[in-house]
């Protein structure tokens, strides 16, 4: 079910618990993040897009995560005051959870679950990553930071993007234009 979604409880990046409620009727991008990560300028071009668009009724979701070599260690404040100093990152930003393994978080359970395959993918990072020992113990699996999924005004999950998809991608701003138009 659609708005199974925005009952799943979560937290803010300041520890207050909360769901996905407020965020009914919008347009999400809901990404796993991280700080010290090959990936971490992606928030610039999160940050550009959340701008563009927030008006329109669309947010990025920002989940912290600490899945892919440690590369979340940090704090929640530790977390913000970096997104703030190093991205003047202004969308919403979550406590930090586990997007993958035994310990996953019920959000991400639901996305993978619902959404179980990336549709735009630009197919290489997987393989590289291999390189690195890192793989997929499931093909639903997140594969790394900053993997994306776009949810629509309904709930639905409309589309999910492999990590190396930027957020200055024709192919994630077509959609969420066009989700935006619905």
Not at 117 to 127: A, K, W
Request: aromatic share 10%.
């Amino acid at each position: 079910m659609a708005n199974e979604i925005y009952e799943i409880p979560v937290k803010t990046i300041d520890g207050e618990e909360t769901n996905l409620e407020a965020y009914k009727n919008k347009v999400l991008l809901v990404v796993n993040v991280a700080s010290k990560c090959g990936l971490t300028p992606q928030y610039e071009g999160l940050q550009k897009l959340y701008s563009e668009y927030h008006d329109q009724g669309f947010e990025v979701l920002g989940f912290p995560a600490n899945n892919f070599m440690g590369q979340e260690p940090g704090t929640e404040e530790e977390i913000k005051d970096f997104c703030d100093t190093n991205y003047n990152v202004k969308f919403p930003l979550f406590s930090k959870i586990s997007v993958k393994g035994g310990d996953q978080h019920a959000l991400y359970h639901y996305l993978t679950e619902t959404k179980p395959e990336t549709d735009v993918n630009d197919g290489n990072l997987e393989e590289r990553l291999k390189g690195f020992g890192s793989s997929r113990s499931t093909p639903s699996e997140v594969l790394w930071n900053f993997e994306k999924f776009l949810v629509g005004k309904n709930g639905e999950i409309v589309a999910r993007f492999a990590p190396d998809v930027t957020a200055e991608d024709s192919r994630l701003k077509e959609k969420v234009e066009a989700e935006l138009q619905k």
